[in-house]
Antibody, heavy 118, light 111 residues
Framework: EVQLVESGGGLVQPGESLRLSCAAS????????MNWVRQAPGKGLEWVAI????????YYVDSVKGRFTISRDNSKNSLYLQMNSLRAEDTATYYC???????????WGQGSLVTVSS | DIVMTQTPLSLSVTPGQPASISCKSS???????????LYWYLQKPGQSPQLLIY???SRFSGVPDRFSGSGSGTDFTLKISRVEAEDVGVYYC????????FGGGTKVEIK
């Protein structure tokens, strides 16, 4: 069974950093594109970032470019999102999601809440 | 950047009645390989999103056949032939042609 479990969320102050993790199991992690998608409280879904199976290709939504870094460790079946210079508008539940084909993401974690507030 | 616009914002439907959601993209989602990268997701209350439809009209595994997708180019529609209580939630269209963009969502509730 495919499982994606996010962790690392919490309350931070504006300007601080946080690293989210997504532990994957039940599938061959190293062959799939992986995403981060976020949802601000009471709002819609926003795609944040995607990384290729070998980690060589990374793409971001404009609002996080230069502040967030997506990465993965295929030896640990883990996906990461390093978030720096956090802003109040980054407050959201962050989901990791696995593609099976480009654009098609059938598998999602339960989400990890990040709150940026002073 | 591709902008996705969904209408309506919300729908209140009597069980057993049909429902329809529109999604428009700011540019064609047709790829040179012939595929159209338009997807539909449902987020039920308190849950993570789940994939319903991929590439405009293909139902994902386990999705009931009362859900159908149609459209081409920039105009797409998700139809529920007979709404059931378990269909409540927020429906999102998403484009996958140029990275990813979600529509704003359509909330479906039961009358």
């Amino acid at each position: 069974e495919v499982q994606l479990v996010e962790s690392g969320g919490g309350l931070v102050q504006p300007g601080e950093s946080l690293r989210l993790s997504c532990a994957a199991s039940g599938f061959t992690f190293r062959i799939y594109w992986m995403n981060w998608v976020r949802q601000a409280p009471g709002k819609g879904l926003e795609w944040v970032a995607i990384i290729s199976p070998d980690g060589s290709a990374k793409y971001y939504v404009d609002s996080v470019k230069g502040r967030f870094t997506i990465s993965r460790d295929n030896s640990k079946n883990s996906l990461y999102l390093q978030m720096n210079s956090l802003r109040a508008e980054d407050t959201a539940t962050y989901y990791c999601a696995r593609d099976d084909y480009w654009g098609r993401s059938p598998y999602w974690g339960q989400g990890s809440l990040v709150t940026v507030s002073s | 950047d591709i902008v996705m616009t969904q209408t309506p914002l919300s729908l209140s439907v009597t069980p057993g009645q049909p429902a329809s959601i529109s999604c428009k993209s700011s540019q064609s989602l047709l790829h040179s390989d012939g595929k159209t990268f338009l997807y539909w997701y449902l987020q039920k209350p308190g849950q993570s999103p789940q994939l319903l439809i991929y590439e405009v009209s293909s139902r994902f595994s386990g999705v009931p056949d009362r859900f159908s997708g149609s459209g081409s180019g920039t105009d797409f529609t998700l139809k529920i032939s007979r709404v059931e209580a378990e269909d409540v939630g927020v429906y999102y269209c998403m484009q996958g042609l140029s990275l990813r963009t979600f529509g704003g969502g359509t909330k479906v509730e039961i009358k």
